[in-house]
């Protein structure tokens, strides 16, 4: 079955889909690169790598009630540009021009929706 919904029995399109699969779990498998997808779902013009680093160090503060040094910024930053941002491009869940630092959602599965709607609910509400 394809994204939009039409079988598909060809080799080439069942492997494409497993490929695209394992690459959106890849790309949820961590906390921050949720985070980025979460908060650029709620954001129309995309944002930058420097506003996203400046975003996760807010939740660990809020997380950990502390304040978060510039030090601690700057590791996310670099973990942002190096790792986090290009899986999530690899998935084809962002683009990430990492020239200008930008970066904008792209279309996500249904399946990833779920997922981070999932994580959103029971962020909210401890006892679902």
């Known amino acids: 079955m394809t994204r939009d919904g039409h079988r598909s029995d060809s080799p080439d399109d069942v492997a494409r889909t497993e490929r695209d699969r394992d690459a959106e779990y890849r790309a949820l498998a961590e906390t921050n690169r949720r985070r980025v997808l979460r908060y650029l779902r709620n954001v129309e013009d995309g944002s930058t790598l420097q506003d996203l680093a400046t975003v996760l160090a807010g939740w660990e503060s809020t997380e950990s009630d502390r304040v ?61």
């Open 68 to 128: 978060v040094s510039n030090d601690r910024r700057r590791e996310l930053m670099v973990a942002l540009h190096h790792v986090h941002l290009p899986v999530l491009a690899d998935a084809g869940l962002l683009s990430y021009d990492s020239n200008d630092g930008t970066v904008a959602l792209e279309s996500i599965p249904d399946a990833v929706e779920e997922a981070l709607a999932d994580e959103e609910t029971s962020q909210t509400d401890p006892g679902a």
